[in-house]
């Protein structure tokens, strides 16, 4: 089955404690993407990236890191929680250079920084 | 960046009527999507528009990208309990180029 798979779905951690979500597709996808959900500010995109060893910023990048060594995987790391770093976080791909391909998501991972 | 203002932020009907929902941007796009999130998943593509002035259906749903480029509406005949969800609109400048969401439509649906 053609998916997007995050892990974990939920995380309760400390300030300044470094985690990782991790995010797998099995779609072949170039692009990659993280997005964090609020309540009455929509998705928003953190990180993307187009294909493997290629990043950019979204529009809310600063406090997250990510990485593309391999196509499939596209890890987003927060160094250093914060709770202003609470929230629902989306991991998506899309194929783009396949022509129409919308935005596939994973089922979220709910992070709660205390 | 860019905004897209998504209307209304919420709303709750009777089992059977009809609902609309909008999306207005200050940018033009090439492509606008709509996404349904039910509760604890991830967004789900409903319907995709890439041609302005395009009337898009997908079951009770139907979606049109606006003439000037810069609009998006959807429909939902006749709902049902299980449209309750967020739904999202999405825009697309060119392939490859992230998408811009709006603020969501909370939909509720009294049985």
């Known amino acids: 089955e053609a998916q997007v798979t995050q892990n974990p779905r939920y995380l309760i951690t400390v300030t300044g404690k470094k985690l990782t979500v991790t995010c797998s597709q099995n779609?072949?996808?170039?692009?990659m993407s993280w997005y964090r959900q609020d309540p009455g500010l929509g998705l928003r995109q953190i990180y993307y990236?187009?294909?493997?060893?290629?990043?950019d910023k979204g529009d809310v990048p600063e406090g997250y890191k990510v990485s593309r060594k391999e196509k499939r995987n596209f890890p987003l790391i927060l160094e250093s929680p914060s709770p202003n770093q609470t929230s629902l976080y989306f991991c998506?791909?899309?194929?783009?250079?396949?022509?129409?391909?919308?935005?596939?998501f994973g089922n979220g991972t709910r992070l709660t920084v205390t | 960046g860019q905004q897209l203002n998504q209307s209304p932020q919420s709303m709750f009907i009777q089992e059977g009527e009809d609902v609309s929902m909008n999306c207005t941007s200050s940018s033009i796009f090439n492509t606008w999507l709509w996404y349904k999130q039910d509760p604890g998943e991830g967004p789900v593509l409903l319907i995709a528009?890439?041609?302005?002035?395009e009337l898009t259906s997908n079951g009770r749903l139907t979606a049109q990208f606006g003439i000037t480029r810069k609009d998006s509406f959807l429909n939902i005949s006749a709902s049902i309990p299980s449209d309750v969800g967020i739904y999202f609109c999405?825009?697309?400048?060119?392939?490859?180029?992230?998408?811009?969401f709006g603020g969501g439509t909370r939909l509720m649906v009294k049985p």
């Open positions: 779609m072949n996808h170039e692009y």
């Open positions: 998506a791909s899309s194929s783009p250079n396949r022509g129409r391909s919308p935005l596939h």
């Open positions: 528009l890439y041609k302005a002035g």
């Open positions: 999405a825009g697309q400048s060119n392939a490859g180029n992230m998408l811009t």
């Open positions: 990236s187009m294909n493997v060893e290629v990043t």
